[in-house]
């Protein structure tokens, strides 16, 4: 058996929360690569059909649902589906998330609400819903997308609801792992630094020197440096870890 063999998903069913764009599509391209089925869970319909393609077009299996991840009868209905449609769930990615920059004085309570209904709630429904048949199977593994957000505070733009919904994530990820070890269920976290995407837009040229320059890389990463954890974390390769937050941000959270 190679070592090459651990990081295999042949057989295994992904699903993807937000994998028609960005992190998520570099996952799921990336877990189809590695043999997984894979469902790309988001709302843009149109988007996902274009990941879907993608994939299928070079030999990968996927599949698009589309989800809101703050709605539960959405999710419950998309598990069963999967479920009986293509096969148990083994690899759940919870990538989905939106941000924006707030005035914490000024902030509208309903856009607070709307960032936790997707950042936090979004993901805790999701590992409860997808977790019930993962403990039940005593198999699965599941990678929670947070971010350097949760472990510093960024600046110079304040955006103080993104960064606490992060911290949320990451400690809902060591909770489920405490919790969860006994089934036979791996939970982890990803925590990116400034990734080019379209949550991070490279374009506010006040933001550059904060957001580049005093990155010690020197750079933004790409989504196909998340990629590879995410493999990693959702493969056996990773079969003795579990609550861990892994930050992967060219260095910016060492000063
Ligand atoms: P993008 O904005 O490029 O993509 C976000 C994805 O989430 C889209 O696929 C979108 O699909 C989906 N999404 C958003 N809301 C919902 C919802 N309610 N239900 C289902 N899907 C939803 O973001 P990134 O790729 O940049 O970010 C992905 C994750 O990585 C996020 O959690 C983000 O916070 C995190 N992150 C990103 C960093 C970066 O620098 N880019 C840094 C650190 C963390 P659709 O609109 O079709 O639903």
């Known amino acids: 058996m190679s070592i090459f063999d651990k ?11 937000g994998g028609n764009r960005g992190i998520g599509r570099a996952i799921a391209n990336g877990f189809a ?7 790309i869970a988001a709302r843009n319909e149109a988007k996902s059909a274009e990941a879907v393609a993608e994939i299928n077009a070079t030999g990968g299996h996927a599949i698009a649902m589309k989800i809101n991840v703050s709605d539960r009868a959405q ?6 589906t999967v479920e009986t449609e293509i096969g148990p769930i083994d690899v759940l990615v919870n990538n989905a998330g939106i941000g924006f920059h707030a005035d914490a004085l000024k902030l509208e309570d309903s856009e607070w609400k709307r960032l936790f209904d997707i950042n936090l709630e979004g993901v805790w429904k999701m590992c409860q819903i997808v977790g019930r048949g993962m403990t039940e199977r ?5 990678i929670n997308i ?4 949760g472990l510093i505070v960024n600046r110079p733009q304040w955006h103080s609801p993104y960064g606490i919904s992060k911290a949320a994530v990451h400690h809902l990820t060591r909770s489920l792992a405490a919790e969860w070890s006994q089934y036979g ?5 990803i925590a990116p630094g400034y990734i080019k995407t379209e949550i991070a837009s490279t374009e506010y040229e006040d933001y550059r020197h904060y ?17 590879p954890a995410a493999l990693y974390l959702a493969s056996d390769a990773s079969s003795f870890m579990t609550g861990e937050v892994m930050v992967i941000d ?6």
């Open 7 to 17: 990081f295999s998903l042949k057989g295994k069913v992904a699903v993807i929360t």
């Open 33 to 39: 690569d590695a043999g997984a089925t894979v469902v």
């Open 75 to 80: 999710i419950e209905e998309m598990v069963q």
């Open 138 to 142: 005593k198999s699965g593994s599941i």
């Open 146 to 149: 947070g971010s350097m957000s």
């Open 185 to 189: 269920v791996r939970v982890n976290a």
């Open 211 to 227: 957001w580049k320059d005093e990155v010690p890389m020197k750079r933004y990463g790409s989504t196909d440096e998340i990629a």
């Open 250 to 255: 060219g260095g910016y959270t060492l000063y």
